[in-house]
């Protein structure tokens, strides 16, 4: 296992990729404002180098998370297309319809349901579980959920997770998502099924965006995955034998970046090395 390398930008390794996979949350923005240098770079790639594939682990279909980015002055221009965890999870959804199932997650959130034809229904009537995150991500917490899901896994019911993310920034806040009450089914001994970052049917989805944008095939050795999250974007591209830029001002930002705001390396390099896991390079924000 070898320390990634320091990047000053995406210029420096730019020319040895045709495309990139860019994690959404973090990376480009923190849920109340995007990072203007971020989204340059991706832009500026984009006009000179290939397609830049967004891939979120937003539980919704990417027509609203559009919308969302827009509202958060994400320029289009910074972007070819995304993928959503949603998306993926609707293939998941599908197979199952009409369920009923137990939905876990804020009304925001429904547009993964449409079309589908899921029916919904308490927990008593289940036929398995539908979670997209807390119902109030500001206030709940997992152990909140940990007698119904005690019943749930009595009852043999399968989890659906929409988001596998454990925690994400909003603002300054770190918030729980849907891979927290996941982990926690999990942990009490039920099963859960997940489509999102780190599990291979979002990287299908979204290497074959790459491949329509580039109008080729694409090569996975000159593909470039981005992102701040160990367990979903790091793990998820070392699964698929991707490149990685590990962006350390994210969620891991209070282990991995100095009081001066630079980079510490020999830190991201032991938390890389803990979790067993790679990045090809590391830089503190995502800069042109």
Not at 201 to 209: F, G, M, P, V
Request: with cysteine; net charge negative.
């Amino acid at each position: 296992m070898t320390a990634p390398k320091p990047a000053a930008g995406l210029s420096q390794i730019a020319p040895a990729y045709d495309a990139l996979l860019c994690d959404v949350w973090g990376v480009i923005h923190n849920g109340r404002e995007s990072f203007p240098a971020a989204c340059a770079a991706l832009a500026r790639y984009r006009e000179t180098r290939g397609p830049v594939i967004l891939i979120s682990n937003s539980p919704r279909p990417h027509g609203p998370v559009i919308e969302q980015l827009d509202g958060l002055g994400v320029p289009r221009d910074a972007y070819s297309a995304i993928v959503t965890s949603g998306d993926a999870t609707r293939l998941l959804l599908a197979q199952r319809a009409p369920g009923p199932a137990w939905k876990i997650g804020p009304d925001r959130d429904d547009a993964l349901y449409e079309g589908l034809g899921v029916e919904f229904s308490g927990l008593a009537d289940a036929a398995f579980i539908s979670v997209t995150g807390p119902y109030d991500d500001e206030n709940d917490e997992p152990g909140d959920y940990r007698d119904r899901f005690i019943e749930a896994v009595g009852r043999d019911l399968v989890m659906l997770c929409a988001n596998p993310d454990i925690v994400v920034q909003r603002g300054d806040k770190l918030i729980y998502c849907g891979g927290a009450l996941a982990q926690l089914y999990e942990s009490l001994g039920g099963r859960v099924l997940m489509a999102g970052k780190p599990y291979p049917i979002i990287y299908d989805l979204s290497l074959q965006k790459a491949a329509e944008a580039l109008g080729a095939p694409v090569d996975p050795a000159r593909v470039l995955c981005i992102g701040d999250g160990l367990p979903t974007d790091i793990r998820g591209a070392n699964a698929r034998g991707l490149d990685v830029l590990f962006v350390a001002s994210g969620i891991h930002g209070g282990e991995t970046i100095g009081p001066d705001g630079a980079l510490n390396a020999a830190a991201v390099a032991d938390l890389l090395r803990q979790d067993g896991l790679n990045a090809t390079y590391a830089i503190a924000d995502l800069v042109w």
